[in-house]
């Protein structure tokens, strides 16, 4: 009786986990999209297409994550979109820096920088989806 316990408590665990990885991800939209215009006060950006699609698969990621915690495909979908999103915020907060070079926006290099390397790492995991889903 014990071991159902215990793995009822880790699933409980898992799932607020997954969860909180999406509302993660709604934050860090929410800065990109609050970012966006400051970087780019003339244009419509592609971060706004961006956006769903993230979104998409954080939404699938945490529901695949908290109903079958063992499934790789899930915490991918969590893991990629969530450095995917940091990635996007990084690279508007840059474009806003070096918009705006007058204001103090501090770390602009730095910050694109990791924002190259957060993205790309982001779409590597969510590219993942079929090696992981045959094994």
């Not at 665990?13 to 609050?34: E, K, Q, T």
């Not at 706004?48 to 499934?71: C, H, K, T, W, Y």
């Not at 990635?87 to 920088?113: C, F, I, N």
Request: hydrophobic share 55%.
């Amino acid at each position: 009786m014990e071991s159902d316990d215990k793995g009822a408590r880790g699933s409980g665990i898992a799932a607020a986990f997954a969860w909180s990885s999406l509302a993660l991800n709604l934050g860090l939209v929410a800065g990109v999209m609050v970012l966006s215009p400051l970087a780019y006060p003339t244009e419509w950006w592609t971060s706004d297409l961006d956006a769903p699609v993230l979104l998409a698969f954080a939404a699938v990621g945490a529901l695949v994550a908290s109903r079958r915690r063992e499934n790789t495909i899930g915490w991918l979908f969590c893991a990629g979109a969530t450095i995917w999103a940091l990635g996007s915020l990084g690279h508007q907060y840059a474009q806003g820096g070096l918009a705006h070079p007058t204001s103090v926006w501090p770390r602009t290099a730095e910050a694109a920088w990791a924002a190259r390397w957060l993205t790309g790492l982001g779409w590597g995991l969510l590219a993942t989806f079929p090696v992981a889903a045959v094994s």
